[in-house]
Nanobody
Framework: QVKLVESGGGSVQAGGSLRLSCAAS??????MGWFRQAPGKEREGVAA????????YYADSVKGRFTISQDNAKNTLYLQMNTLKPEDTAMYYC?????????????????WGQGTQVTVSS
């Protein structure tokens, strides 16, 4: 059974940091990503990583601030978020698919976690 479980969300002031985790089970994913959705907005791709971490992909809005990584031994995906801004406030989701054909396109992902809330105050 495929299962993705996020953790690590919370409330932080602007300029602060958070690290999200996503524990994966049930399948070996070659492409995993982080997405976010703010109220009234469409879900957007934040970052993605391909097999063994050989390639990483970032939305322009988070480049230089966020880092995606994975620990294959623990089957865990991470998103280190630094220099957080109020506009980063959203529900963050972990997702997985077989191949990173369009890494930041949420419609391509088959499996999703339940989400973890990130709130950044000014």
């Amino acid at each position: 059974q495929v299962k993705l479980v996020e953790s690590g969300g919370g409330s932080v002031q602007a300029g602060g940091s958070l690290r999200l985790s996503c524990a994966a089970s049930g399948y070996t994913y070659n492409c995993m990503g982080w997405f976010r959705q703010a109220p009234g907005k469409e879900r957007e791709g934040v970052a993605a990583i391909s097999t063994g971490g050989s390639s990483t992909y970032y939305a322009d809005s988070v480049k230089g601030r966020f880092t995606i990584s994975q620990d294959n031994a623990k089957n865990t995906l991470y998103l280190q978020m630094n220099t957080l801004k109020p506009e980063d406030t959203a529900m963050y989701y972990c997702a997985a698919q077989s191949w990173c054909r369009r890494p930041l396109e949420h419609n391509d992902y088959n499996y999703w976690g339940q989400g973890t809330q990130v709130t950044v105050s000014s």
